[in-house]
């Protein structure tokens, strides 16, 4: 059984449109969070959620809303694409007084 | 702020070659250190980790150790082989006041090639 699984795993779109994807752990973590791996497989974190509570909001573009409806999951909502948001993004957990981290398989965005 | 500083790639080698690679780090509090694996195509995973001074993280025969004087956490193998060609991220992790939660630092990842 995958431990934190992200869908979709490919996602092609428009410059405009708006995008959702989304990600669940089994594992039962209370924190989760998005990073975005850009060309250069430079990882940066996005935001950080603990128990449905946003711990960690690094400087997004507010077109980026993260939405966690239980501990379980994890959502990221992206409005109006732009070139830029091309990259790979990752979902993780962690529990939350420990700090190993755990990797879904990764959503390749790509913007056309 | 917390950073991490690795070498950079790739590190190209001959598979039974001796393998280093460097990271420094830089944090406010006293950081878990870790090493992650991302084999091509692939999310992270933790490869192994070490939470205080002189400890040894060790897995898969890669090791490390947490040097806090020269505040760095070099990964080591003694023998690489075809199947470690991977990206290797050093990370570090601060403690963060509200929660509990633990702020991640990733370092910018060095690919490894080993051939045959």
New interface residues.
């Given amino acids: 059984d995958t431990a934190v699984s992200q869908t979709p795993k490919y996602l092609v779109t428009q410059m405009g449109n708006d995008k959702s994807i989304k990600c669940e752990q089994n594992l039962g973590h209370d924190t989760m969070y998005w990073y975005k791996q850009d060309s250069k497989k430079f990882l940066k974190i996005m935001f950080s959620y603990n128990n449905k509570e946003l711990i960690i909001n690094e400087t997004v573009p507010n077109r980026f809303s993260p939405k966690s409806p239980d501990k379980a999951h994890l959502n990221l909502h992206i409005n109006s694409l732009e070139l830029g948001d091309s990259a790979v993004y990752f979902c993780a957990s962690s529990p939350s007084r420990g700090n190993i981290q755990y990797f879904g398989a990764g959503t390749r965005l790509s913007v056309l | 702020g917390d950073s991490v500083t690795q070498m950079e790639g790739p590190v190209t080698l001959s598979e039974e070659a001796f393998l280093t690679i460097n990271c420094t780090y830089t944090a406010t509090g006293y950081p ?1 250190l ?1 090493w ?1 694996v ?1 084999y091509p ?6 490869l192994l ?1 070490a939470t205080k001074a002189d400890d040894k993280g060790s897995n898969k025969g890669f090791e490390a150790t947490y040097r806090k004087e020269t505040t760095s956490f070099h990964l080591e193998k003694g023998s690489v082989q075809v199947s470690d060609s991977a ?1 290797y ?1 050093c990370a570090l ?1 601060d403690r ?1 006041a ?7 630092t ?1 370092g ?2 060095t ?1 490894l090639i080993v051939h045959p």
Avoid at chain 2, 41 to 46: D, K, P, R
Avoid at chain 2, 98 to 104: A, F, K, L, M, T
């Fill in positions: 878990s870790f992650y991302q195509g692939e999310g992270l995973q933790l980790k990206v991220f992790s963060e509200s929660g509990g939660s633990y702020i991640p990733f910018r990842g690919s």
